[in-house]
């Protein structure tokens, strides 16, 4: 093989990644502009832990990514809550939030199964809403810990991540909207 050609694939590879590298910081960057509860950093790196992301071409290969990561984040609070669930000594009103919070999160995992479907068949409106739903999940266990003043949620963390992922999910879809 001469050099020419050799350099000419190194350029192309080289090009290739960059582009995609690009789909993700560039649909991040529009993606937190237009939203305040979006942090870039976050967006980017959470969505790159997801190999999917490394091979999209557009913004609509990022929401797949996107909800596919807060299914698979939603699963892992369903765990964290079980976890929580098992310690004997859990004082009843932080159980009785957990138990809600599990509630919320499985019905949220269904929600974007459903969202998922939606945006495939480009169902925008449907998508948008039932993400919304499971967006409100992470919102609703989060504040019902807040009803009793010495409560402090053991999910904080947790369900800013998930409220966060949905709602890159559903500014991606805006942007795949216009």
């Given at each position: 093989?001469?050099?020419?050609?050799?350099?000419?694939?190194?350029?192309?590879?080289?090009?290739?990644?960059?582009?995609?590298?690009?789909?993700?910081?560039?649909?991040?960057?529009?993606?937190?502009?237009?939203?305040?509860?979006?942090?870039?950093?976050?967006?980017?790196?959470?969505?790159?832990?997801?190999?999917?992301?490394?091979?999209?071409?557009?913004?609509?290969?990022?929401?797949?990514?996107?909800?596919?990561?807060?299914?698979?984040?939603?699963?892992?609070?369903?765990?964290?809550?079980?976890?929580?669930?098992?310690?004997k000594g859990l004082e009843p009103y932080v159980?009785?939030?957990?138990?809600?919070?599990?509630?919320?999160?499985?019905?949220?995992?269904?929600?974007?199964?459903?969202?998922?479907?939606?945006?495939?068949?480009?169902?925008?409106?449907?998508?948008?809403?039932?993400?919304?739903?499971?967006?409100?999940?992470?919102?609703?266990?989060?504040?019902?810990?807040?009803?009793?003043?010495?409560?402090?949620?053991?999910?904080?963390?947790?369900?800013?991540?998930?409220?966060?992922?949905?709602?890159?999910?559903?500014?991606?879809?805006?942007?795949?909207?216009?």
């Amino acid at each position: 093989m001469n050099s020419s050609l050799v350099s000419s694939i190194v350029f192309f590879c080289i090009l290739v990644v960059s582009v995609r590298s690009d789909v993700l910081s560039d649909s991040c960057g529009e993606a937190a502009k237009h939203d305040p509860n979006i942090k870039f950093d976050f967006c980017v790196s959470t969505l790159e832990s997801n190999p999917k992301a490394k091979s999209a071409t557009g913004v609509a290969d990022l929401v797949k990514v996107a909800i596919e990561t807060a299914i698979s984040n939603s699963n892992s609070i369903g765990s964290l809550i079980t976890k929580l669930l098992s310690d004997k000594g859990l004082e009843p009103y932080v159980r009785s939030c957990l138990q809600d919070c599990s509630e919320l999160y499985s019905d949220a995992g269904s929600n974007l199964g459903k969202g998922e479907q939606a945006f495939e068949g480009k169902d925008y409106r449907t998508a948008n809403s039932v993400i919304s739903a499971a967006m409100d999940s992470a919102k609703t266990c989060e504040d019902q810990f807040k009803e009793k003043e010495v409560v402090v949620s053991p999910l904080t963390n947790e369900n800013n991540s998930f409220y966060q992922l949905n709602a890159i999910s559903l500014a991606f879809i805006n942007i795949v909207q216009k």
